[in-house]
Nanobody, 124 residues
């Protein structure tokens, strides 16, 4: 089992930046591929970014490519999501997820462990 806690959400103006962090406890962090997802009311939770155990393989949703960067620090047991050039449509609750596999997973059902989420609101 791994426990995940997100932080770093908040209110920002369009064009601004935020960095989310997700800190893991429990099992060895480097066993897990990690992902970031987001969800707005009435919509499905959608994939944002994923990173492999080692950090060498990364995937992004098309909607965030070039603006968001996922990274991880296996010493600090933390995965980050740097979000730049934020848009109002990025407003959502952001969740981190973990799965005991090598490669980043792109679908919600592939992840067994989830954090509680952190709200990101981008004003226009």
């Amino acid at each position: 089992q791994v426990q995940l806690v997100e932080s770093g959400g908040g209110l920002v103006q369009a064009g601004g930046s935020l960095r989310l962090a997700c800190t893991a406890s429990g099992r060895t962090f480097s066993y897990y591929a990690m992902g970031w997802f987001r969800q707005t009311p009435g919509r499905e939770r959608e994939f944002v970014a994923g990173i492999s155990r080692s950090g060498n393989s990364i995937s992004y949703a098309d909607s965030v490519k070039g603006r968001f960067t996922i990274s991880r620090d296996n010493v600090k047991n933390t995965v980050y999501l740097q979000m730049n050039s934020l848009k109002p449509e990025d407003t959502a609750v952001y969740y981190c997820a973990a799965e005991a596999t090598v490669s980043p997973q792109l679908v919600r059902s592939a992840y067994n462990f989830w954090g509680q989420g952190t709200q990101v609101t981008v004003s226009s």
